[in-house]
């Protein structure tokens, strides 16, 4: 379908990342102040949630946040891991969007949410944020009785970028003999960073995350270059993919990303993986978080909801 019409003057006024980025401190921060103002403008509030708390574990070489959300009601919950986006280099759990973000699954699907402060390129390049990802993760399940967590209820997701570490995190999970996972649910996923899919030229331009800010992100994001084919950098190039958790995958019609989300789920069902693909029509790289303007957009969200749930209800019968 058509670009939805509400986007057109959106997608011509959201700021271009500089050409390049000197002071990557001051960077992330106008990044969260330019993210701040569109959450007021186009995000609905986040749901009440019982509590949330903020905890700081070690990791190799340092130590990362992790902000926890607690629903109402006694446990134990089903939990899940939730990875922020940012091309790798940018995004923090501390801001209004990760709350709400991480609001409306606490709330809507019942369970105890975690997201992680993973490091940012350039200064900690890849694979240091899968790693502070997986700590996280790990983290979870050794202090399951602390959290009030279903071990057996455990799902992981994330957008764009985080949707990447998230599909590289289940990956090293089935490699490492590590704890199964209910689901991978992916929105928007970065999967082929040797940017091989059709639609990154068929939406290069024009719809606000264009391929030359994407081949501007990935020399920040890899040592090499020749580190794009890393199955832990670009899952979609695998070998193998059996094994893996159940996904759902959603991407956005007119996002140059668009068809690695097409392509990781035919690729995990030919491998024997449920997977469920969903092409949000109209839509573009950021559309999700327009929930107070756009119907379609708190019909994602709606969407994303529900395969949460069916995950964790599934795995109770």
């Known amino acids: 379908m058509p670009l939805d019409p509400f986007l057109e003057p959106l997608v011509a006024n959201l700021p271009p990342v500089p050409e390049q980025i000197d ?3 001051a960077f992330r921060a106008q990044d969260a102040a330019g993210a701040a103002v569109m959450v007021e403008q186009f995000t609905e ?7 949330r708390r903020t905890v700081t574990i070690p990791v190799n070489g340092g130590n990362i946040d992790l ?4 629903p109402e009601g006694d446990g134990p919950h089903p939990a899940h891991l939730y990875i922020h986006g940012g091309g790798w ?5 501390h801001t209004p969007y990760i709350d709400i973000t991480c609001q409306e699954r606490c709330a809507g699907a019942d369970c105890v949410v975690v997201t992680v402060e993973y490091r940012k390129a350039p ?3 890849f694979p240091t944020g899968l790693n ?5 993760l790990m983290w979870m399940f050794d202090h399951a009785d602390e959290l009030g967590i279903q071990v057996d209820r455990v799902s992981v997701g994330g957008g764009s970028a985080g949707a990447n570490l998230a599909a590289a995190l289940c990956l090293k999970l089935r490699d490492e003999n590590g704890p199964k996972l209910a689901l991978q649910l992916l929105e928007v996923p970065a999967l082929d960073l040797t940017l091989a899919s059709p639609s990154m030229h068929r939406n290069a331009t024009g719809y606000g995350l264009d391929l030359t800010t994407i081949e501007q992100l990935l020399p920040y994001y890899l040592p090499a270059p020749e580190d794009a084919t890393q199955p832990y950098a670009s899952p979609l190039l695998a070998s193998d993919l059996s094994g893996l958790p159940p996904a759902y995958i959603m991407s956005a019609e007119y996002d140059p990303l668009c068809d690695d989300g097409q392509r990781y789920a035919d690729r995990l069902n030919a ?11 109209g839509h573009i790289h950021v559309s999700s978080a327009l929930t107070k303007v756009m119907p379609s957009a708190r019909d994602w969200r709606t969407e994303m ?13």
């Open 89 to 93: 280099i940018a995004g923090t759990i």
């Open 23 to 25: 002071d990557f401190p």
């Open 271 to 281: 491998a024997g993986v449920n997977a469920t693909y969903s092409l949000q029509e």
């Open 123 to 125: 200064e900690h390049q």
């Open 67 to 70: 902000k926890i959300f607690y």
């Open 132 to 136: 502070d990802c997986h700590a996280a």
């Open 45 to 51: 509030p986040g749901p009440p949630v019982r509590s």
């Open 305 to 317: 909801i529900a395969a949460l749930n069916k995950a964790n209800v599934g795995l109770s019968q």
